[in-house]
C-alpha cells in the first residue's frame, strides 16, 4: 500500500513538467508560427508585397494643378482623385495634434505597432478601442484596401498590414508619414486629401484652418461617408467634440478652450471643386485641350505619357485671378440685366416668335430647332443606346423633370427637353477676353455665360461675323501702302465697286447707317463713325487680297475671302484671333502669339516646359501707332464715346433691365464697336497701352436678336462689359493697369494732329442708338 502511494506522488510531478513543457512548445510555436507568417507576408508569399522602390514612392492618383500667374489654384484635372500633396509644414499644429490625441496618442513612441494597444484590443475585443496606429492605417489606404469580412483573410491582412507599417516607419519620418495619411485620405465630396478638403468644406488652405476646422476634419477619418457635415451636421459636430475632448484629454488645449469651442456650432464653407465650378471654367476646358496636344508631344523618358487627371502636374498659366474674377463679374452684372431687356421685349404678346426675331420665317425657325435636336447631348446618348431616330424624336414631346438656368440661380420644374431647349435659346450669350500685348499672356478667358449650361467656348472655338472690328485692317493696310494720314479726307458720296472687279457677279455698294451721303471725312472721324462709304473706297484702292494677306500676318487664321465685303466684317472670326491681332498695332507693330501656359512642372517640381515668345514683325511703329491714333477717335467722338459719360439708368422701371453707362473714364482708350445684320451680334475691344480686352455678345442663332440697334448694336451689348470690367482693374492698383498714353514714336512721320482740319470733315452721329445697319455692318 505504501509503495501504490509514493508511485502517485512521483507521477504528479511528472504530469505537471509535461503540462509546462506543452506550453512552451505551444507558446514557441505560436510564436514561431507568427514569426514564420510575418516572414512569409515580407517575401510576398501571402500576397504580393510593395517594393522597396513603391515604399519610397508611393503611388497615388494626383490631380494636375491649374495657377494662375499670381500663384491661385484656378481649378484641377482629376477623374476620380481631387488630390494635391502638401507638405508636413504646411499642416498646422492644432489638426496634427488632433489626429494624434484621435487616431494615435502614442504614435511618435512606436515602430509602426502599438503592441500595448494590440494587447489591450484582443484582451477586451476591440471594446475599448481599435489598435491601428496612423502607420498601419496609412498602410491600409496605400497598399492593403478594406478589410476583408472573411476571418482568414482579414488576418492576412492584418499581418500584411502590420509589415508594411514597421516598412513605412523604418522608410520616413513620423512628419512625413502624417503628411501622407493626411493626402491620401478621401473626406468625401470630391475632397481627396487634406487640401481639397480644407478649400472644399471651408474655402482655405490647410495651414489657415482654425481648431474646430481641424478637429471636424480629423473626426470624419472615423468615417467620411457617415460623418459628411453637407447630411448629418449634427453628428458630426459631436464627432468634433469627441476630438476636442481627446485634445484636452493629452494636454494639447486647455479645458477652457475645449469647453469654448465645443460651444460653437459647426460652420462650413461650401466650395464645391467641379470642372463647372469655381473661377476660369470655358478657360480650363480650353486648356485641357493644350494639355493633350502637349503630352502628346512631350512624353517621358520612357516613352509613355503624361496623365493629367493622376500625374500631380502643375500647369502654371498667364490668367490673373483677379482679372479673370473681375471678367466673370462683369459678364454677369451686364448680362443678366441685358437679358432681363431680351425678355421684356420677347413677350409672346410683343412676340409670337419669340425666342426668334419677328421677322424669322417660320421654316427658318422649325429647321433652327431641328437641327438644336439632332445636334443636342440627350440625341447622341440616345443614339449610341441604339433608340430608333422616330424614339428619339418622340421622348423630346414627353414631359421629365429637369433643371434651368436663370440669372437668379438653378430653377427645378418639369418640361419636356424640346421646349427646354427652346427655353435655352431665349438667353443670350457671350464672352470675353483681355491679353497683355507686349508678351502676348492671356489675362482673363470667360467663354461663356454658363459653363455647366453652355459649354460651347466662345473666345476661341466659337467664330462669328465681326462687323466693323475689321475696318482697322483696312485703314491699316491704307496708310501702309498708300500712306495715308488720319487727318487725310475722302467723299462721303455713295460708292459703288463695279462688277467684274474683283470677282464680283454683280456692283457691291454698300451704304452707311446713317443714311448720310454728302461732304467729307477724314479717316480718323470716317473711322469713329464707322463710315461704311469710307471704308469700301479704301478697300477699292488697296484691293481685297491686301488686306487679306495683312489680317492674316497679324494672326488671323480663319477663313477670309478675297472679296470687296470683308472690308465691313463679314467673315467669321474669333475674339481670340481679333485681340492677338490688335496686339500687334499696341505693340508697335509686332504680333505676339497669344499664349495661356508659362511654364509645366512634374510632380516633384521638374520643369518640363517653359513657354518662348513666337513674334514677328507685321507693320512699322509709324503705322501701328497711327491705326492706335485713328481708333482713339471712335471712343472720342464715336461709337464707343460711351465710355466717357457718367450715366446710369435711374428710372425704377428700367433699373433692372439697363446697364447704362456709369464709367467716365478720362484716360486714352483706342477701341472699335462692331454690330453684324439684323444685330445679329455685337463686339467691343478697347485697348489701353498694356492691356487689351474684348466682348462679343450674340444670340446662339443668329435669328435671336434685337430688334432695334438701340439695344443690338455692339455700343449696347457688349461695351458694357468692357467698360465694368475696366472699372473693376483701376479699383484695384496692385494690378497696374495703365491710364497713360500709348507710345509715340519718336520720329513719326505721319501727321496725326487734325486739329486744323475742318471740324465738318469730323462731324457726324455722336452717339448712333437708332439707325439699321446695312449690307452686314453697322458700327
Not at 468644406?201 to 461617408?225: H, R
Not at 448629418?232 to 485634445?247: F, G, N, S, W, Y
Request: one cysteine or more.
Amino acid at each position: 500500500m505504501a509503495k501504490k502511494q509514493v508511485k502517485n506522488k512521483q507521477e504528479k510531478p511528472t504530469s505537471f513538467r509535461k503540462v509546462i513543457k506543452w506550453f512552451w512548445i505551444i507558446f514557441a510555436g505560436g510564436i514561431a508560427s507568427i514569426f514564420l507568417l510575418f516572414l512569409l507576408a515580407s517575401w510576398g508569399a501571402l500576397g504580393e508585397m510593395p517594393s522597396f522602390e513603391i515604399l519610397e514612392n508611393p503611388q497615388t492618383n494626383l490631380a494636375s494643378q491649374v495657377l494662375s500667374s499670381d500663384g491661385k489654384i484656378l481649378g484641377k484635372y482629376y477623374l476620380r482623385d481631387n488630390r494635391t500633396p502638401v507638405g508636413y509644414k504646411e499642416l498646422p499644429k492644432d489638426l496634427v495634434n488632433a489626429l494624434v490625441a484621435t487616431e494615435d496618442a502614442r504614435f511618435y513612441d512606436h515602430a509602426g505597432i502599438d503592441v500595448r494597444g494590440t494587447i489591450r484590443a484582443f484582451a477586451f475585443l476591440g471594446s475599448k478601442g481599435g489598435a491601428s496606429t496612423i502607420s498601419q492605417q496609412l498602410s491600409r489606404q496605400l497598399f492593403v484596401g478594406e478589410g476583408s469580412k472573411n476571418l482568414p483573410e482579414r488576418l492576412i491582412q492584418k499581418i500584411k498590414e502590420w509589415v508594411i507599417a514597421t516598412r513605412l516607419e523604418r522608410q520616413y519620418t513620423k512628419e512625413e508619414i502624417i503628411a501622407m495619411y493626411f493626402n491620401i485620405y478621401d473626406f468625401g465630396n470630391n475632397a481627396d486629401g487634406i487640401r481639397s478638403a480644407a478649400r472644399i468644406y471651408f474655402g482655405k488652405e490647410p495651414k489657415a484652418l482654425k481648431i474646430e476646422e481641424s478637429a471636424m476634419l480629423v473626426g470624419m477619418f472615423k468615417n467620411s461617408s457617415y460623418f459628411n457635415p453637407r447630411r448629418r451636421p449634427e453628428k458630426v459636430k459631436t464627432r468634433r467634440d469627441v476630438v476636442l475632448a481627446q485634445m484636452y484629454k493629452y494636454d494639447y488645449i486647455s479645458e477652457k478652450i475645449k469647453d469654448s469651442l465645443q460651444k460653437l456650432p459647426l460652420k462650413i464653407n461650401y466650395n464645391p471643386e467641379s470642372h463647372n465650378a469655381g473661377l476660369g471654367t470655358y478657360f480650363r476646358e480650353h486648356l485641357k485641350k493644350f494639355m493633350k496636344k502637349w503630352v502628346r508631344e512631350n512624353p517621358k523618358d520612357d516613352g509613355t505619357r503624361y496623365n493629367i487627371n493622376f500625374d500631380g502636374l502643375k500647369i502654371y498659366t498667364t490668367i490673373d485671378s483677379r482679372m479673370q474674377k473681375y471678367a466673370e463679374e462683369a459678364m454677369e452684372e451686364h448680362m443678366a440685366k441685358l437679358q432681363a431687356e431680351f425678355f421684356h421685349q420677347n413677350t409672346k404678346k410683343r412676340n409670337k416668335n419669340a425666342p426668334f426675331a419677328r421677322d424669322v420665317e417660320k421654316k427658318s425657325i422649325e429647321y433652327v430647332i431641328e437641327r438644336s435636336i439632332r445636334q443636342s447631348e440627350r440625341w447622341r446618348v440616345l443614339k449610341n443606346n441604339g433608340k430608333s431616330e422616330k424614339e428619339i424624336i418622340a421622348s423630346f414631346d414627353k414631359k421629365i423633370p429637369m433643371t434651368l438656368f436663370t440669372w437668379k440661380g438653378e430653377k427645378d420644374t418639369i418640361m419636356t427637353p424640346r421646349d427646354s431647349l427652346i427655353y435655352t435659346k431665349y438667353y443670350l450669350r457671350a464672352s470675353f477676353m483681355s491679353l497683355e500685348p507686349q508678351t502676348g499672356q492671356v489675362k482673363a478667358w470667360v467663354g461663356g455665360i454658363n459653363h455647366k449650361y453652355f459649354k460651347y467656348d466662345m473666345v476661341k472655338q466659337g467664330k462669328r461675323q465681326i462687323g466693323s472690328t475689321f475696318k482697322p485692317f483696312v485703314y491699316a493696310t491704307a496708310i501702309d501702302q498708300l500712306h495715308l494720314s488720319p487727318c487725310d479726307s475722302m467723299p462721303n458720296g455713295p460708292f459703288c465697286i463695279e462688277t467684274g472687279k474683283y470677282g464680283l457677279l454683280e456692283p457691291w455698294c454698300p451704304r452707311n447707317s446713317d443714311g448720310k451721303y454728302e461732304g467729307m471725312r477724314t479717316l480718323k472721324g470716317a473711322l469713329a463713325n464707322s463710315v461704311n462709304t469710307v471704308t469700301a473706297r479704301l478697300m477699292d484702292r488697296v484691293g481685297p487680297a491686301n488686306v487679306r494677306s495683312l489680317a492674316q500676318r497679324l494672326g488671323v487664321e480663319s477663313e477670309i475671302p478675297e472679296a470687296p465685303s470683308i472690308a465691313l466684317g463679314t467673315p467669321d472670326i474669333s475674339l481670340y484671333e481679333m485681340l492677338g491681332a490688335y496686339g500687334t498695332f499696341v505693340n508697335q507693330g509686332v504680333y505676339v502669339k497669344p499664349v495661356v501656359v508659362s511654364r509645366i512642372e512634374d510632380k516633384n517640381g521638374t520643369v518640363l516646359y517653359e513657354f518662348v515668345p513666337e513674334t514677328k514683325d507685321v507693320l512699322s511703329e509709324d503705322v501701328a501707332y497711327t491705326v492706335l491714333n485713328l481708333m482713339e477717335g471712335v471712343t472720342q467722338s464715336g461709337s464707343g464715346q460711351r465710355l466717357r459719360h457718367n450715366w446710369a439708368s435711374k428710372v425704377a422701371v428700367y433699373k433692372d433691365i439697363i446697364t447704362g453707362y456709369p464709367y467716365e473714364f478720362k484716360n486714352p482708350i483706342a477701341g472699335k464697336t462692331g454690330t453684324t445684320q439684323n444685330n445679329s451680334d455685337g463686339w467691343f475691344i478697347g485697348m489701353v497701352p498694356n492691356l487689351i480686352s474684348g466682348a462679343w455678345v450674340g444670340g446662339e442663332d443668329r435669328q435671336v436678336r434685337f430688334s432695334s440697334t438701340t439695344y443690338g448694336q455692339g455700343a449696347s451689348m457688349a461695351l458694357p462689359i468692357w467698360g465694368l470690367f475696366m472699372k473693376k482693374c483701376y479699383a484695384d492698383p496692385s494690378l497696374g493697369v495703365s491710364k497713360g498714353n500709348f507710345p509715340k514714336p519718336e520720329d513719326l512721320t505721319i501727321n496725326v494732329d487734325c486739329s486744323k482740319v475742318n471740324k465738318k470733315d469730323d462731324e457726324g452721329q455722336k452717339d448712333p442708338d437708332d439707325n439699321k445697319s446695312n449690307d452686314g455692318i453697322d458700327f
